[in-house]
């Protein structure tokens, strides 16, 4: 209570590689302290600007974006094992049911559908680093497209592309 009235209180946090089972029970503990947790959709808020298709709208028309997905296809081939291992690493220490189960033995059993996630391009994105993946891509355009990627000017982008998996992340959190 704040002067006799009561504050609703909204938290978004990195859903980093924790497990999904991990997440519940945070946001079930601070649900009882009546505060609502969204968590980003990917590992970082970051990663929600990592799509190839929205970067790839982010360049001039009549840009060929070869050189973009060339740069992107380099950036996933260096993430993906690592990311692999995070998953596995993280569902092991944070994970009830799989606390006692050796690494190999999970790293197996995500396998599966880890691959099926990183195959799709409309997935992948998620998985990786966004903080520093980000700064890369920033870099990039800026040195490739002379375009400056400033946090405004993504947001901006983001919004107008009217993306479903963005909005429903925005409706969960409002």
């Known amino acids: 209570m704040f002067f006799g009235k009561t504050i609703e209180c909204k938290v978004v946090l990195d859903r980093d ?3 999904q089972d991990y997440l519940d029970s945070i946001k079930a503990e601070l649900l009882s302290h009546k505060i ?3 968590f980003t959709p990917g590992k970082e808020i970051e990663n929600l600007f990592l799509e190839e298709e ?3 709208s982010l360049l001039p028309h009549g840009i060929n974006c070869l050189a973009l997905t060339q740069f992107l296809d380099l950036l996933y081939i260096r993430e993906k094992e690592m990311c692999k291992s995070k998953y596995a690493e993280f569902l092991k220490q944070y994970s009830d ?3 006692h189960k050796a690494y190999s033995t999970i790293l197996t059993e995500i396998s599966p559908s880890f691959e099926n996630d990183w195959s799709d391009k409309s997935k992948r994105h998620n998985l990786i680093h966004g903080k520093n ?3 890369e ?3 990039f355009f800026r040195e ?3 375009i400056n990627l400033t946090t405004n000017f993504l947001i901006e982008k983001l919004v107008l592309k009217n993306n479903k998996f963005v909005q ?3 409706k969960q959190i409002y």
Request: hydrophobic share 40%; proline share 4%.
């Open 54 to 56: 929205f970067l790839i």
């Open 133 to 135: 993946t980000l700064a």
């Open 36 to 38: 609502k947790l969204t």
């Open 137 to 139: 891509v920033r870099d």
């Open 97 to 99: 049911q799989n606390k």
């Open 168 to 170: 429903d992340f925005i």
């Open 144 to 146: 490739t497209y002379k």
């Open 17 to 19: 590689y924790y497990p």
